[in-house]
């Protein structure tokens, strides 16, 4: 079984200083069931890629066991498995941990990858691969083989050659390839016990709990035995419930305390409020909506026929609600509105059909690794007709007394930026996808950093 894994990021030989595999040599090892030989068939600045070529011994899969002709005769030695999973997690043992001696810089760098995966079995079929993989941001190619070419009514098989390309740190796609290989192949080679159930929370760390298919994932990567997959489904839950603590609500309230002196949050809602007519939508969905202010505004305007909500807290969801309800308004006025739990980096067919998504200071909130992810959920998946992103303008926090110099307005914040850089972004993204962007300053002007709040509004072109 074979696994490329090609970068075009520059110096693209950096590779090898991440995978800890020198391009000018070919390295083997061995291992319980076979050897693992790795090598480069291109290394150069532009393009660079290491193979990982497994070599599985049958024989050495049976010894010592009642052998019979099925453990002979099979696929496994030809086929990305569990095999493969184990490869990797020895071979790329630090590159896997995210380590790099020589320029640990690079281990949190995006950089543009393809994994290719010769043969792949997919018990589930292509579609199943994609609900593994699209959601975390990749492009899937996929190429189905019949089970025999001189048999054509035979049909097709259940493999696959495969590649997957993403920008991303390369530590997360040999994650994502350890954890899910075995889930398509939909077995494993060892025993699965208490261990088992550790590693895949430990690997499925930071992606796992909001990914739509982690029921499935958790299910087969454990073999489906039920006791560890409640154990681990029900640590996952936990995580759930510790999303939306006290801390967070209490950064939210210190973001609101920096800007409550220019009355920030009603201009922001006002703007997007005026964006959203101006343009004609009627059916709204707001992509991290909190706990619901800006769905306040618009169910209390007849404007509006449809309006979603959706966040990845629970806790926030229900505050929302509580508050929703508050409002005290008709049946008639309320049913026109509804709230989801979801996370913005996953395909949702959910998020589909509106006229308009609403992304209020939520980007700042992402990882820049997982923004390429949402951008594709929003522009590429749902692609309503207007997109209105506000985030904070950074160059405006010098004018914020109550904000120490050189902090941002929230702790969860991962970055926030200058307005050209958001300008900048803004634009590569409608480009990409088919959409205009303008934008719009939000709060009182200064002539030398700009406005507090920044927006964009996307039209799709049809």
């Known amino acids: 079984m074979l696994l490329l894994i090609t970068t075009t990021s520059y110096p693209a030989t950096d590779l090898g200083y991440l995978l800890h595999k020198h391009p000018d040599r070919c390295q083997s090892f061995a291992l319980s069931f076979g050897q693992a030989h790795v090598f480069y068939p291109e290394a150069s600045e532009q393009r660079c890629t290491a193979a990982l070529l497994l070599d599985i011994d049958p024989v050495k899969l049976v010894r010592g066991r009642s052998a019979n002709l099925e453990q002979y005769v099979n696929d496994r030695p030809y086929v990305a498995s569990s095999f493969l999973s184990v490869a990797i997690a020895q071979v790329f043992s630090t590159a896997l941990a995210g380590r790099c001696k020589d320029k640990p810089e690079l281990t949190q760098t995006p950089i543009p990858l393809v994994a290719k995966l010769s043969v792949l079995p997919c018990r589930g079929g292509e579609g199943f691969l994609r609900q593994l993989f699209e959601p975390l941001g990749y492009t899937v ?29 390369l530590a997360d796609l040999l994650t994502h ?92 809602l006002n703007a997007v409020d005026a964006a959203l007519k101006e343009n004609g939508a009627r059916r709204v969905i707001d992509l991290g909506c909190g706990q619901g202010t800006l ?62 998504a609403t992304v209020i200071e939520v980007i700042e909130h992402l990882d820049l690794p997982r923004l390429a992810a949402f951008e594709r959920v929003l522009f590429e998946f749902a692609q309503p007709k207007t997109v209105v992103v506000t985030t904070p303008n950074i160059e405006y926090n010098v004018k914020f007394e109550n904000l120490p110099a050189g902090k941002l307005r929230h702790k969860d914040h991962r970055f926030e930026w200058t307005r050209q850089e958001f300008q900048t972004w803004a634009k590569q993204v409608a480009e990409r996808f088919g959409y205009t962007v303008q934008f719009q300053a939000v709060g009182l002007e200064d002539a030398e950093v700009g406005s507090p709040t920044q927006m964009g509004v996307f039209s799709r072109e049809i």
């Open 141 to 169: 190619t996929a190429q189905n083989h019949i089970l025999d070419e001189k048999f054509p009514d035979w049909g097709q098989s259940k493999y696959y050659t495969v590649e997957l390309q993403h920008t991303l740190p």
């Open 295 to 356: 769905l306040r505004m618009l169910l209390k305007d007849s404007f509006f026929e449809q309006i979603t909500g959706v966040d990845v807290s629970y806790r926030a969801l229900e505050v929302a609600q509580e508050r929703l309800d508050r409002l005290h308004l008709p049946s008639n006025q309320s049913n026109r509105l509804q709230l989801i739990h979801g996370a913005l980096t996953y395909q949702d067919k959910r998020f589909t059909g509106y006229d308009a």
């Open 177 to 268: 390839l350890y954890v899910l290989i075995p889930v398509l192949d939909d077995d494993k080679h060892y025993w699965v016990d208490d261990d088992e159930v550790e590693k895949l929370l430990r690997h499925g760390e930071g992606w796992l709990r909001a990914h739509p298919a982690r029921e499935a994932i958790t299910r087969r990567y454990l073999k489906r035995q039920h006791r560890l997959t409640r154990a681990a489904l029900a640590q996952l839950a936990e995580e759930d419930e510790l999303d939306p603590d006290s801390a967070e609500e209490s950064h939210a309230e210190e973001e609101a305390a920096v800007e409550k002196p220019i009355s920030l949050n009603q201009q922001r």
